[in-house]
């Protein structure tokens, strides 16, 4: 027959329950006075994933602690028990308490689990009966902090919804992050598989021995092009130059996948098999640092080819712009000494910029007219003391 728990707890739905019953444990045990922290962080292992009531962590341990109000029979309740036992085998520094209420069902796949933690792990596994008085009392407790009045300011209830909301969608996004990652390398293993298995080492150092004489037929190249003074053929080494940067890109990407399959086959963790990736990688740049050394200097020379071209054709621009300028001139009847003004400021194709006063040419142009009109002048006296006039009339 029920009794007073059973009435207690009538007419309440599940999430209530649990809460109520979390809430009353924490004031009857002193959990938070412990340490313990009720959150949602969340467990994940072979046997699957779960999250606890209550965490402490402290001095490199961790404690958890999960409480069940009632009945402990659902395929959830096995599955969690079944994540415990998965994190105690590899974690010997975890401990695990499981509360439940005297007299409520458990299971059998859930008596046959707790058993066998119980035999298994004796010192990092406690399953906690709590009798149906204590329980009548962690209820009570539970409801006087439901049922205590707080005082709220205006929002206060809609921002903790809006936190809450804003919290859900951090873990989602979380989650999502963490699916991705994991299709990413699951992806990136497959890859790495197929490219090492299709390239075997003796077709891989052909490749690099390909490279290498690539290089070095193409430096020859161009030293034997300078040598005779010949222009070089810029288009067909930039071919050339983009060839083997692919071909060197391909290489490392062999080099790649075959050493992170060589680190998944041996069983190392995250860190020393990435450890010793970056050690072989290392150890291939070296072994062709003469060839990466070279073709860098091919990209420099097409470079610095290019900045000539460029320079070339900013030359000629300048040039035409000039001839346009001179004719149109010309077609207007444009004065040469206007002209002369005009160029005087204007930089010569191939001309560097000359450092000097702002104002210094038009003054000396100004110097320059007023020593032609005094000129004019003198010579209009003479052709007048003469009797003539400056169109020799008399």
Do not use: C
């Not at 999502?176 to 790495?192: F, H, L, S």
């Not at 702002?358 to 003391?385: F, I, Q, T, Y």
């Amino acid at each position: 027959m029920p009794d007073g728990y059973d009435k207690d707890r009538d007419n309440v739905d599940n999430n209530t329950r649990g809460r109520v019953f979390e809430n009353g444990t924490d004031r009857f045990f002193r959990d938070r006075e412990n340490g313990y922290v009720q959150q949602s962080r969340t467990y994940t292992t072979r046997a699957g994933r779960t999250e606890f009531d209550k965490i402490r962590e402290r001095d490199g341990r961790t404690d958890t602690i999960e409480e069940k109000s009632g009945r402990v029979d659902t395929p959830k309740d096995k599955k969690q028990l079944e994540v415990v036992r998965a994190i105690l085998e590899k974690d010997e520094n975890h401990q695990h308490i499981l509360r439940t209420v005297e007299g409520e069902f458990i299971s059998k796949d859930v008596q046959v689990l707790l058993k066998d933690l119980k035999e298994r792990f004796p010192d990092q596994f406690t399953h906690q009966v709590i009798s149906r008085e204590d329980a009548r009392e962690i209820w009570a407790r539970g409801l006087e902090r439901e049922r205590s009045p707080q005082l709220e300011l205006p929002g206060v209830r809609e921002q903790a919804r809006e936190q809450k909301e804003r919290q859900r969608e951090a873990r989602q996004q979380a989650k999502e992050r963490q699916d991705r990652t994991r299709i990413a390398e699951r992806v990136q293993r497959a890859r790495d598989r197929e490219m090492a298995r299709s390239v075997g080492s003796r077709e891989l150092n052909e490749k690099r021995e390909h490279v290498r004489a690539d290089v070095a037929e193409q430096t020859r190249n161009i030293a034997e092009t300078r040598q005779t003074g010949h222009a070089l053929e810029l288009e067909k080494i930039r071919e050339a130059h983009t060839r083997i940067t692919k071909d060197l890109a391909d290489i490392r990407e062999i080099e790649r996948a075959k050493a992170r399959e060589m680190t998944r086959s041996t069983g190392l963790g995250r860190e020393p098999a990435q450890e010793m990736e970056r050690h072989l990688e290392q150890s291939h740049e070296e072994q062709r640092k003469d060839v990466t050394r070279e073709l860098g200097e091919i990209g420099s020379t097409i470079a610095r080819e290019d900045d000539r071209r460029h320079e070339r054709e900013s030359v000629e621009r300048q040039r035409e712009q000039i001839r346009e300028v001179r004719e149109r001139a010309a077609r207007e009847g444009v004065p040469r000494e206007v002209m002369h003004v005009l160029e005087v400021g204007r930089l010569q194709p191939g001309e560097q910029p000359r450092t000097r006063e702002p104002d210094r040419d038009l003054n000396e142009h100004r110097a320059r007219e007023a020593a032609r009109e005094r000129e004019r002048v003198a010579e209009r006296e003479r052709l007048r003391g003469l009797g003539r006039t400056p169109d020799g009339a008399t």
